[in-house]
């Protein structure tokens, strides 16, 4: 029943800027979190961001390779996250997923999530 939808991705080149959106639905109430993934082929999945969606909340966290280029932000309203990727560098490059965990979330050491969307491909040349 829960869903997510990312849309965004593209080429950019080094130093540009995207903006990654995720259209969430399946959720009765709004004590849950989203954040986003991103995976390069042979590497790890890799937390990047998250943020609370309880209306109460909206605490968020990022990945220390992130931090200070990426923004991630919510529009309850219209159940939608997004991801603005400033600086943007060729390492960022990756399949960037949506992800989605119920409960509250504390910070991206503990997100776990419990759904996915299908990705995105982000690529940034040099």
């Known amino acids: 029943q829960v869903q997510l939808v990312e849309s965004g991705g593209g080429l950019v080149q080094s130093g540009g800027s995207l903006r990654l959106s995720c259209e969430v639905s399946?959720?009765?109430?709004?004590?849950?979190?989203t954040g986003w993934f991103r995976q390069v082929p042979g590497k790890e999945r890799e937390g990047v961001s998250c943020?609370?969606?309880?209306?109460?909340?909206?605490?968020?966290d990022y990945a220390d390779s992130v931090k200070g280029r990426f923004t991630i932000s919510r529009d309850n309203a219209k159940n939608t996250v997004y991801l603005e990727m400033n600086t943007l560098k060729v390492e960022d490059t990756a399949v960037y997923y949506c992800?989605?965990?119920?409960?509250?979330?504390?910070?991206?050491?503990?997100?776990?999530?419990?759904?996915w969307g299908q990705g995105t491909q982000v690529t940034v040349s040099s």
């Open positions: 399946g959720f009765s109430s709004d004590v849950y979190g």
């Open positions: 943020i609370s969606m309880s209306r109460d909340d909206g605490s968020t």
């Open positions: 992800a989605a965990e119920e409960g509250f979330v504390y910070g991206l050491r503990y997100f776990r999530p419990d759904y």
